[in-house]
């Protein structure tokens, strides 16, 4: 065994800086005669997709823009290839891993093809156990409810622990509308929310940023100072800022990761403790839970636990595994058991298994198109491979562009601890998408026309009958947009003497 | 044994030598190879954009080639990952279905079907990176990528180690995509661009003279880039090695 490392909040993990002064082992950034030298400002943020009216979101145009800022694109591809290679080092750490994934992904099935049933069992043990249990069929029903319950027990304020479904819903911009302040205490997802953009990645929600980047959203929200991007001084101003209104507080809110059915309880796992803040200091509990959570018994909790923080951060375990099972006496608690979209997808035979995910980030941090493009180039709730797969079912128009981000390499399915085939549906999007007409004109014409030319052997050979003929005609027909896109970051192939057809008439001709 | 050999379009255009190695090598192994002078395509290019309906004539053409075979075997994986995974467009007669399943990577195919035990020919004194593209690697199962718990296989390193004199080195991550994908390479070509700069790079840090690789596709993609950055590193694919190639 070796000693862990120490633990650090990947989001703020950055390599050494080369400039730090060091002195008996502490880093002094304002102590006197040790003052950094002036240095440019650095790079700034590049933002995600931009959106415009209805048009399909343009993830390619997004990801050039942050390639285009290399000190990002580098940090972010290094950062995640680095959770990639710990979660490789934890997986050799367990011999039955494949035996794990199979079964994780064999109850997943069995939960999401019983789900009415397991749904009806969970929701009976958790009104036994004294949790209130509502059911939102969309986001607007979701935070509508939760509106309520805070407007019953004249709550103004609300602590609450990270949660993708709670940005499905657009739930912080609605509580806004309605004159709730909401906190978020996951540091990262604190540093989106003050910055006032969306997560870019599902367990490292500001992955993306840089320290600076940080030291300047801070210094705008929180008054550190700009010139000081130290991650622990950082850190520990956030925590200042934030602990008297966690204190404050008159509701908390978490996420799930897993609803039991057989104790009607919530799982709950974090690395900094902020979901027991959230769920504990407020006398009032609402849980935001989508119906795919479900886990048939205790038992079957062991197989996620030891996935979940190995795929997603290369961690044995997180800090905290939360078991939330009723109310303390004098306080509530509430379940909002949410759909969005859900059981429809349930009914989509190529998509349905999509809602096995359980929200590593796993297929994110191997998937080499995601890590130098960001998540926020998706311009969606969920970014990366799952994303893919997932945003088309909610708004297939909008999300038209997104199963073309990708090579299908096929890596994301290999990390998935529940075996999804991600890279197969996101291959069978492109097809769906197809159908539904959701792909451009001009993509439409040149695809039909390299349909034609290739199952007509004559005009394909007088298409690439010369060398230069070829180079005006292959790209164009087998890539649809021509040479344009290829020429322009990379040299086009060198044209041959003559094609292998033509070798083959003039040295084997006899033969055919 | 009668082979048909399927050089797929950018091998036939760009990398003739390619096909030229190919059918040499099947040759000198004793085997007859013959090439139909009809074909053309997989209609890889159509299904990867997911236009499925446009590749029926094409999968059509490619069966009309190729019925009859003992095998069919191209020196281009993710053209045979098409053929054998998602050849779906046309009705799946017992013609097509025996064309799909007799359809063989170059490398596979000389490694579980002709289990082949030397290459006397063959000479590569170089250190070279292996790229596995990921349609080998992921779909035909060349060997074990690094995201799975399995033991370790390669099948493309098992026949290249058969030859004199080469030398093999390791990049810091040796089966990440390199960004070629298809029609991916044009759809998001910055994306697709700066994976292969760090592709090649990685390969060049790693001190390789070559980058070999049983998909040509990938090779183009990677040797555009590397020309494009300055990155001094040469391309060649496993069949030229393989039927002798010395440089």
């Known amino acids: 065994m070796t000693a862990p490392e120490p633990m650090l909040h990947p989001e703020l993990l950055a390599s050494d800086d080369a ?55 580098m940090m972010h591809d290094e950062r995640l290839w680095d959770l990639r290679q710990k979660r490789d080092r934890e997986m050799h750490g367990i011999d039955e891993w494949e035996e794990l994934r199979e079964l994780a992904a064999a109850i997943k099935e069995h939960a999401l093809t019983r789900l009415d049933e397991y749904l009806e069992q969970f929701e009976a043990n958790a009104r036994t156990n004294g949790v209130h249990v509502h059911w939102a069929k969309d986001t607007a029903e979701h935070n509508r409810i939760v509106h309520g319950i805070l407007q019953d027990h004249g709550a103004k304020s609300l602590i609450k622990s990270k949660s993708m479904l709670t940005e499905e819903c657009g739930f912080r911009p609605y509580m806004a509308s309605v004159g709730i302040d909401v906190v978020e205490t996951d540091l990262g997802e604190r540093i989106q929310q003050l910055d006032n953009e969306d997560p870019s990645h599902v367990v490292v929600p500001a992955v993306h940023k840089l320290r600076t980047d940080v030291a300047e959203v801070f210094a705008r929200t929180i008054g550190t100072d700009p010139d000081n991007s130290d991650v622990h001084y950082l850190a520990k101003a956030q925590r200042q800022a934030t602990r008297p209104l966690i204190l404050a507080a008159d509701a908390g809110m978490t996420g799930c990761n897993f609803a039991v059915a057989e104790t009607g309880s919530v799982v709950v796992c974090t690395n900094e403790g902020n979901a027991d803040l959230s769920a504990n200091v407020p006398k009032l509990h609402i849980a935001s839970i989508g119906i795919e959570k479900i886990i048939p018994r205790l ?140 792909v451009p004109l001009a993509k439409r014409v040149a695809m039909k026309a390299a349909g034609e030319l290739l199952s007509h052997p004559a005009a394909y050979r007088a298409a690439i009958a010369a060398a230069d003929t070829a180079l005006a005609h292959l790209p164009r027909f087998v890539i649809y947009n021509g040479l344009n896109a290829w020429g322009r970051h990379r040299e086009v192939p060198h044209p041959p003497k003559e094609t292998f057809h033509g070798w083959y008439q003039a040295n084997r001709g006899a033969k055919e | 044994m009668r082979i048909g050999l399927f050089i797929p379009c950018y091998i036939d255009a760009f990398f003739p030598e390619v096909g030229v190695a190919t059918l040499e090598l099947l040759e000198r192994l004793g085997h007859e190879v013959i090439y139909p002078g009809d074909q053309t395509c997989c209609a890889q290019p159509m299904a990867n954009s997911g236009f499925n309906a446009e590749c029926a004539d094409t999968e059509a053409l490619f069966v009309r080639n190729f019925a009859g075979f003992d095998y069919v075997v191209a020196p281009s994986g993710s053209c045979v990952h098409h053929v054998r995974d998602n050849f779906d467009a046309i009705e799946q007669t017992a013609e097509v279905r025996e064309v799909r399943a007799r359809t063989y990577e170059l490398v596979e195919f000389l490694h579980d079907i002709l289990k082949v035990e030397a290459f006397p020919w063959a000479r590569f004194p170089h250190r070279v990176g292996l790229h596995n593209s990921c349609g080998t690697l992921r779909r035909l199962k060349h060997a074990t990528p690094s995201e799975l718990h399995e033991p370790f296989y390669s099948k493309p390193l098992d026949v290249l180690s058969k030859v004199e004199g080469i030398e093999f080195v390791t990049p810091a991550r040796p089966d990440e995509c390199c960004g070629f994908g298809g029609t991916f390479s044009v759809f998001e070509e910055v994306v697709s661009t700066e994976m292969g700069y760090d592709k090649v790079s990685d390969h060049a840090r790693a001190g390789a003279e070559y980058i070999v690789s049983a998909d040509s596709s990938c090779l183009m993609h990677q040797q555009g880039c590397a020309e494009r950055i300055g990155v001094p590193i040469k391309f060649i694919h496993i069949a030229q090695i393989l039927n002798g190639a010395s440089a």
């Open chain 1, 299 to 438: 038992d079957d909790l062991a197989v996620f636990v030891r996935l979940l923080s190995r795929s997603a951060l290369g961690s044995p375990i997180t800090q905290y595994t939360s078991h939330f099972r009723g109310p303390r006496e004098g306080g509530e608690m509430h379940f909002v058991l949410v759909d969005n979209g859900r059981s429809d997808r349930l009914g989509m035979e190529e998509f349905w298994t999509s809602l096995k995910c359980i929200r590593c980030g796993a297929c994110m941090n191997t998937c080499p198109v995601y890590r130098r493009s960001g998540g926020l180039s998706y311009g969606a709730t969920y970014s990366g491979p799952i994303g893919l797969i997932i945003d088309p079912t909610f708004n297939a128009h909008k999300y038209s562009n997104l199963p073309f981000a990708s090579t299908l390499n096929g890596s994301c399915s290999n990390v998935c601890p529940v075996k999804i085939n991600i890279h197969e549906q996101i291959y069978a999007w492109r097809r769906e998408l197809v159908k539904r007409h959701e």
């Open chain 1, 19 to 73: 400039e730090a002064i060091v002195r008996d082992g502490r880093r002094l950034d304002h102590a006197e005669a040790a003052s950094k030298p002036l240095r440019p400002r650095p790079e700034p943020q590049p933002r995600g997709a931009e959106a415009h009216g209805r048009r399909p979101i343009d993830q390619a145009e997004a990801a050039a823009r942050f390639i285009a800022a290399p000190a990002h694109e």
